[in-house]
């Protein structure tokens, strides 16, 4: 991941790790050397894979996403969202037990409600998974649920 991952990456990423998974992958590096920070919508999507992975093994064992060297401001936004128990970190150099391959994906071009839609679960989820993100996403949840209500009706 270069630059920073934000809402406009999170439903390809989503779809990415998600087909990858289905088709028997069970390790999944991010490489977050290069990515300086994260919104909270990327977060959301990451955790609800963390989440995910943790309690639905495959056939080849349990799935699990790895942070390779994330910024101080991205690590202490997962401890502070409560959702760094999600994730093994990683420092250095990329693991070499297996080369890491980046995994081209063509872009999906989500749509406005598709993507209010993946917003409005990412901040679901991280108010599930720690009570104290209420108060940091209630607004924006409430916000995007009557921008979903009044896209649905138009």
């Known amino acids: 991941m270069a630059g920073r991952a934000s809402f406009h990456d999170s439903v390809d990423f989503k779809t990415l790790v998600n087909c990858l998974w289905q088709k028997g992958q069970t390790r999944f590096v ?3 050397t290069e990515c300086p920070l994260m919104d909270s919508t990327f977060l959301g999507v990451l955790a609800g894979l963390g989440l995910k992975f943790g309690q639905e093994p495959t056939v080849n064992g349990p799935a699990r996403i790895e942070l390779l060297n994330p910024s101080n401001r991205i690590s202490d936004l997962l401890e502070n969202l409560g959702i760094a128990h999600l994730f093994k970190v990683l420092r250095g150099a990329a693991p070499t037990a297996d080369p890491l391959k980046p ?7 989500p749509d406005r409600q598709e993507l209010s839609r993946t917003c409005l679960e990412a901040h679901k989820l991280l108010m599930e998974i720690n009570p104290d993100n209420v108060p940091k996403f209630k607004d924006v949840t409430r916000f995007l649920e009557e921008d979903l209500k009044k896209a649905q009706k138009s």
Not at 103 to 109: E, R
């Open 30 to 32: 991010l490489d977050l």
């Open 103 to 109: 995994v081209p994906q063509a872009a999906a071009n």
